[in-house]
């Protein structure tokens, strides 16, 4: 009598602990393509460091220096603390043309952009009355600054053309920050306007890396934006009214009102809240890249123990339909042949792009594992229907990753399938028997009809 390890219960154990294996190498392929993603990331560091950033870009802000008293109990004379309180424009409107090109470092590349900026903002002499009347600080104007502020200063190229009223001016290199990013200043003197209005004029160039982001600082403010890319993905707390893309690239426009912020037109400077709330208010674009390598990857890699039980499966159907015999260790190196298919994938695509990566890599783990099959089966036919079951499944596969949007409908169809087509070959199994062991060469069995 056979024993129970020759059992077909205990085989599909035996292969389900096999497959639950094979989880050990798809979780070191996924460690991989973890670290080549770091790797990239840091090539695209060393490329922003010479060209700039991820670039954040707003409008100008009028900061005017102050003395507050600061009331102390028991002192007939409080002391004065000096500060600065910060006025936004009434209207901004931002026009931002990017020439986008990829730049290499290495292996890797990454999208770039020069933006020719122009800038127009206007302040109100209502307002900037009101908000002198209103606040409790006593406001030096003669010392007022309007500040820029810019997400990388590395990436600012050239500012052609700065004008206050009319009149040109110059910025100036600054310590001083808004929230988070740096700023370049104009020094302007309030008492010598005379109460008039500001009109400010800013002709830029500013390069970056992957984003531009903008700050809505104004009560009221229009961007226009357009870039000769054709995947843009809207970012940040404001998607475009309007937006256009096709082959040529994008052209998107926002419109924002100082209603839909979390932070009014005038604060004081030394109010913490105001950081989270500006980097909260940022919006702009990406410059997605649909074909990244590691994406597709990572997606190939999340349904490798799926396919891998589904290979096994198609061999132990040959097994128990065809009454042939396959060793555990032939299953094993079945799935270390699989297995390998997602390194190659993933060094192939490195080079060559992840299309040709993955039909390489396919055909050559469908050539290896049917032509071992037909060597342990010792039947071409055997081999051959084994490498054509193998390879729909990599095109399923394939068609999985690419189907972004409806990769899990589409892989839940494909399993129900599977199951059922499973349950359909092996409705007539008596899955108490034994596995009767062939007098016959498996040539001979495969050639009956």
Known sequence: MMQWTQTVMAKVLGIGVLALLMTIPLLQVNGL?????????????????????????????????????????????????VGSESLLADTLRLDAAMDVQMRGYGIYTAPVFVATVKLDAQFRAQDLAHYRQA????????????????GDLRGLQEVSGLRINGQPARFESSAERLGLWPTVVVPIDLDALGGQPIDVQVDLKLAGTEALQLLP???????????????????????????AIDTRGFNAHWHLLDL????????????????????????????????????????????????????????????????LRVHPVQYLLVG??????????????????????????????????????????????????????????????????????????????VLLAMVGLMMYLTRRIDWYAYVPKSTEPPAAIMDKP
């Open 33 to 81: 393509v973890s670290e080549r993603q770091q790797l990239r990331e840091t090539a695209i560091a060393q490329i922003a460091q010479g060209w700039g950033g991820r670039q954040v870009l707003g409008g100008p802000v009028l900061v005017v220096p102050t003395v507050r008293p600061m009331p102390m109990e028991g002192l007939v004379a409080a002391p004065w603390q």
């Open 135 to 150: 606040s409790a600080a006593r406001w030096q104007g003669g010392k007022a600054e309007l500040r820029l502020p810019v």
């Open 217 to 243: 600082l104004a009560r009221s403010t229009e961007v226009t934006m357009r870039a000769p890319w054709r995947d843009p993905s809207f970012v940040g707390a404001a998607l475009p009214l309007e937006h």
């Open 260 to 323: 839909n912020r979390s932070y009014g037109q005038h604060w004081v400077d030394n109010d913490a809240a105001m950081i989270p709330a500006l980097q909260a208010s940022t919006f702009g674009v990406q410059l997605y890249q649909p074909v990244d390598v590691y994406q597709r990857n990572v997606r190939a890699g999340k349904y490798g123990l799926l396919f891998i039980a589904m290979t096994f499966v198609a061999f132990f159907l040959f097994e128990v339909l065809k009454r």
């Open 336 to 413: 270390a042949a699989l297995a390998t298919f997602y390194v190659v994938l993933l060094a192939l695509s490195e080079q060559i792009g992840f299309g040709p990566a993955y039909a390489l890599a396919a055909v050559a783990v469908v050539v290896l594992v049917g032509g071992y099959a037909t060597a342990v089966l010792r039947a071409r036919r055997a081999g051959l229907l084994l490498g054509g079951v193998l390879g729909l499944i990599y095109t399923v596969l394939y068609g999985l990753i690419a189907a972004e949007q409806y990769a899990l409908l589409i892989g839940a169809l």
